[in-house]
């Protein structure tokens, strides 16, 4: 099992940043690919972001593309999500998962663990 802990949310304004942080613990050799949640009030979770550990590469949702970065520490079994220009759509809880797949998935069924989430909040 892998243990995931997410810390870095808060209440900010349209326009500011946030960075988000996930450590990963336990059976951290199992993970391939770390990636990014979010479920918006009253939504559907969405998939906002993932990175692959090996090489690095990532993918983006559409609706976060050049916005969102997000970036890994393998030494500190750790990823990342720069979030800047944030909107109100943008508030959401978001969640850090950890997948065994190797290669981008952006699909949270073939994420073996999560995290218990983060509140964002981007008031206008």
């Known amino acids: 099992q892998v243990q995931l802990v997410e810390s870095g949310g808060g209440l900010v304004q349209a326009g500011d940043s946030l960075r988000l942080a996930c450590a990963a613990s336990g059976r951290t050799n199992n993970v391939n690919t770390m990636g990014w949640f979010r479920r918006p009030p009253g939504k559907e979770r969405e998939f906002v972001a993932v990175?692959?550990?090996?090489?690095?590469?990532?993918a983006y949702a559409d609706s976060v593309k050049g916005r969102f970065t997000i970036t890994r520490d393998n030494a500190k079994a750790a990823a990342y999500l720069q979030m800047d220009s944030l909107q109100p759509e943008d508030s959401a809880d978001y969640y850090c998962?950890?997948?065994?797949?190797?290669?981008?998935?952006?699909?949270?069924?073939?994420?073996?663990?999560w995290g218990q989430g983060t509140q964002v909040t981007v008031s206008s």
């Open positions: 998962a950890a997948s065994s797949v190797v290669g981008i998935t952006t699909t949270a069924q073939y994420f073996e663990n």
């Open positions: 990175i692959t550990l090996r090489a690095g590469r990532t």
